[in-house]
């Protein structure tokens, strides 16, 4: 084939990976491929600052962003000594059941020392820090203000991507462009049919507002209170650096958080339980609220695409994201990342089928926790099924057994941060400290065969085409 601006030479793209999105999920993607490909070249269509700072593609880097301890976990893993960096600029290292307060379903989980360790930041300071180390990578080269258009394709072999700045040449192309991402319209616009989609609407607004923090004045570093169809308002407060409290009020659509100045406080009032309220009335707050509104869940079943061209994967957002309230999102990135690592590591041959179909059981625990935990709304769209049900009703009675019971909470943090899986609700151990005091032996076996969690299926229609499946 001779080159052209739309197919670039072959010998251009053979070892080139270009990564589309330069946010959480593009760097990490870029981190893993920097160990096979010689030359990984990210783009944003952002300029990227050179300091941690809000940017125009990232509205939701304003908002409270816990990483989970498995994302912790995985980010320490691909760049050692990150929490140390962090640490050194003001971040917190926080014993995720101790120094933390929690209420599920309006019980306070018993606090109690654990070896679950999150880490504490702002977005802002995360990204910037992932950027450095990712750009001092020899094989990795970031260019800022390029927008991707769409990608180019040779004999079902991805070799490019259309960008304003002209084509880029590539083996391989990640799509990390976020919630917004156009990776099904590119693949159709080059003749591949877009990928199924599961799409559950939670219809949430977040609103925040940072305070300063006086450190020792409470004796916690975040109050994260979870909405339930009995109180159906939300909040997650983290310490962060610079000696400030980031302090988000989450409520459904019509009923939402206010951006006044007083207002916003007053709505505190409505949480379970009263730290956040007294914290917020007290403390001296450093600018106004501002606010997003959430949109759907998606998660883009390319696992189950009849035809892909060979080189296209997606990851983050891109591939799925789920109702942030669970704080999932950067977690199930690094896990998408490093699975796409140990996919190339086993050689170039299929990959994109072999990463998206591993893929999606890397991000199956996000999207059941987050799906199921939404479907308990009576106003969120998906076909519920029995032992769905059967698993929420279970899950109250676990959050009021965690009031006073720490390690059926430790139990619960674990699947929470996505240590462990959701199956892990159901061990043994869990099982009997939760029900012991029930002692039903048909809703022990209701809840045991719900245990794989790959319970039920409920479709979910987009554009009149049943798409979705899988829930709880
Ligand atoms: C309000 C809110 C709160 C959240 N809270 C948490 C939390 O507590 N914990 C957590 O782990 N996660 C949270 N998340 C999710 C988390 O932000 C994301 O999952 C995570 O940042 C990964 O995002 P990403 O890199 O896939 O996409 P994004 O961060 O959205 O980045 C996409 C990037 O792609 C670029 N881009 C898009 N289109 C193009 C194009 N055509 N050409 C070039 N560049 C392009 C954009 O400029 C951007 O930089 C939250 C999300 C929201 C919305």
Redesign the pocket.
Known sequence: MTPTQDHPADDEAADRAVV???????LLAARVLSETFPHVTV????VMPAEPEH?K??P??R??????AK?FEIFEGLLPGFGEDLLARGALVSDLQNSIVWYNEGHLLRRAPSDMAGLLAS?PLIESHVRRRVAALRQVEIRSG????GLTVDADQITGVR?DAGVLPARLVVD???????GPAWLAEIGYPAPPQDVVKCDLI?CSREYRRVPGAQDFLGVLVGRHPGNPYGA?SLATEGGRWLVTLVGAGDDPPPVQPGAFEEYAARLDGPELHQMITTAEPLGDPFR?R?GPSVRRRYERCERLPEGFVA????LC?VN?VY???????AMAARWLGACLRSGPADLTRRYFRGAARVVDAAWDISVGADLRFPQVAGARTRRGRALNSYLSRLHRVAAVDPVVGAGFLKVANLLAGPQHLMSPTMLRRVLRKVGNPAEIALVRSSASLSIGEHAVRVGGETQGRRAL
Do not use: F, K, W
């Open positions: 589309i999105g330069g946010s959480i999920a593009g783009i944003d269509r952002d940017r593609s990232v939701h880097g908002h409270t962003h816990g990483l989970l994302g977005r390029v927008h991707a258009l960008t990390a462009t976020g919630r917004g991402n156009r977040y997650g997003i959430i990851v983050g957002d891109a994201c942030p704080g999932q999102g950067m977690t199930t990135a």
